[in-house]
C-alpha cells in the first residue's frame, strides 16, 4: 500500500491521527497498555440537570415561574447505602432516570453545584473538561494519554468534545471498521468479508517488498538528527509497512457495530483498550442546546445517554475491563432557571458531573444548589454545604482530584497545565 493509497483509507475510515508537536517519551514504551481506562463522556450542547441529577420541580399547578414542569412532590430517590445527601433524580415520562440512577446509586458519584464560570459553549467544553477556562490547554484524557502511554499508537481516541492535546500526545479519531481493517491488513485484498484472505501478493514477495521498506526507511532516518522528524517518519513507516499494532485492534472489534451511535463508539474505544494500545478516549452525545422545547429534547437525549452509559459498563464488566475503568460524564454547561418563551431553557453557569469506576466512591452526591440552581459552596475539609464562607466548586478543583486519582498531579506533563484553584479537595476520599 502507497502513502497516497494509506491516506485515502484513513480519510475514508474517519481515522485521523495528529501527531503530538513535540517529543514524549514514556516509561510504558510500546508494551501493552494495562492501566486504568479513562474514559470521558460529554452531553454536548448544556445539559439541564434539573431533569436528571439536581431536580426541583414545581410547585403546582399555580407556579408563576416553575423550575420544571413535573411537580416537586414526584422527584425520586436512588436507594442504595449511606450517603452525604440523597441521590435524587427526575421523574421522566419513560423512567430512564429511574432505571438508571436505581440501577447505578452504589457505583455513581454526583457533584452538583459546579460553577464553570462561563455559558460560552467553547469555554464552557474546556473548563470541564480541562480544568481550566484559558485557551489551548491539554484536556485531563490527553495528560493521561501521554504520561501512561505515549508511545502507544492510539493512547487517545476521540469523538469529539474538548480533545486538545497542546502537543503532549497524538489524539486518534476512529470512524469505519472496514477501512481500520484494510489499513491493518494491507495485503489481503478484502479482509472484512474473504475469509480465505487472499492477498495480492505470495508471502515471498510480500518478504521483499518488506525487506525494501525497512532498508529506504533506515537509510532516511540515518539522515535526520531531528526526533521529531524521526519520529513522524516511524509513525508512516508503521502505517504504511501494516506492521502495526491496528492488528491488534481487529483482533477484538466487533464484527457488527451498534446502531447507537454512543455504543459504537463505546464498542471500539473498549476494543482499543482490551488490545492494550489505548489509555483515555471522548466519547460523546449531542443535542442538549435546548432553547426550545427543552423537556421532550433533554428527556430523550438524556435517555440515549443513560443506555450508552449502561452499555458501556456491561461491556466491561462482560470484558473484564471495569475494574480499570474510570468514566467522567460533564457537559458545556447547566441550564437556566425556568423556561423561556419557546418552552426551552437557555445556558447557564452551573452544572453537574458525574463519575463512577476505579477509585470513585460510589452512592456519593456531593454539591447542594438553592431551589432556584443558584450554588452553595461547601466546607472545604468535610464536602458538606454551607451558608456562609467555604469553597465555590468549579471544575478546577475537579481536575486537581482526577490528576491526583491518575496519580500524574506530580508528573511534568500535567504541571505544564497548572490549575487556578488551590484547595486540594477530598472529592474521592
Known sequence: MDR?????????????????????????GAAPYTGKFWVMIHAGGGWDVTSHCDPKG??????????????????????GSTSKLPMRYAPDPDGANKKFFDKYVNDLMVLNAVDTSTNSHD???RVTWAGTLAENKASFAALTAAVAGGSLPMAY????????????????????????????YPNIIDPMYDESKTPYYTEETEARIAETRSARHLAYSEKQNL????????????????????????EYLPTQLE????????????????????????????????????DDQQFGRLAELWDGID????????????????????????????????????????????????????????????????????????????????????????????????????NEVAARFPIKEKEELPLFG
Not at 475514508?12 to 514514556?26: K, R
Not at 502537543?167 to 471498521?177: D, L, P, Q, S
Not at 441550564?335 to 460510589?362: E, F, V
Not at 475539609?381 to 481536575?399: I, N, W, Y
Open 157 to 184: 481516541i476521540s469523538y469529539g468534545g474538548y480533545d486538545t492535546t497542546a502537543g503532549t500526545v497524538a489524539v486518534t479519531r476512529v470512524g469505519n471498521i472496514d477501512a481500520i481493517r484494510r489499513i491493518a
Open 259 to 294: 446502531n447507537s451511535n454512543l455504543r459504537r463508539q463505546a464498542q471500539i474505544a473498549l476494543a482499543a483498550y482490551r488490545a492494550g494500545i489505548c489509555v483515555s478516549a471522548n466519547l460523546g452525545i449531542g443535542g442538549f442546546d435546548t432553547h426550545g422545547n427543552n
Open 58 to 79: 414545581s410547585k403546582g399547578p399555580d407556579d408563576p415561574d416553575p423550575m420544571n414542569h413535573y411537580l416537586a412532590d414526584t422527584v425520586g430517590t436512588a436507594v
Open 123 to 125: 469555554v464552557g467544553t
Open 227 to 250: 526526533p521529531r522528524i524521526q519520529q513522524s517518519m516511524g509513525m508512516l513507516f508503521t502505517a504504511r509497512s501494516g506492521q502495526n499494532e491496528l492488528k491488534k485492534l481487529t
Open 311 to 410: 452499555y458501556l459498563v456491561e461491556e466491561a464488566k462482560a470484558t473484564g475491563v471495569w475494574g480499570n475503568m474510570v468514566i467522567v460524564v460533564g457537559s458545556d454547561f447547566g441550564r437556566t432557571p425556568g423556561y423561556n418563551s419557546g418552552n426551552g431553557k437557555d445556558h447557564w453557569s452551573i452544572t453537574s458531573m458525574l463519575m463512577m469506576g476505579a477509585g470513585i466512591p460510589g452512592n456519593q452526591v456531593i454539591g447542594k444548589t438553592t431551589e432556584r440552581h443558584n450554588p452553595m459552596n461547601i466546607d472545604p475539609k468535610t464536602l458538606e454545604p454551607v451558608e456562609g464562607g467555604g469553597v465555590r466548586l468549579k471544575p478546577g478543583h475537579v481536575h486537581r482530584a482526577l490528576r491526583r486519582l491518575a496519580g500524574i498531579d506530580q
Open 4 to 28: 497516497r493509497d494509506f491516506l485515502k483509507i484513513a480519510s475514508t475510515a474517519g481515522l485521523g491521527v495528529a501527531a503530538s508537536t513535540i517529543p514524549f517519551t514514556s516509561d510504558a
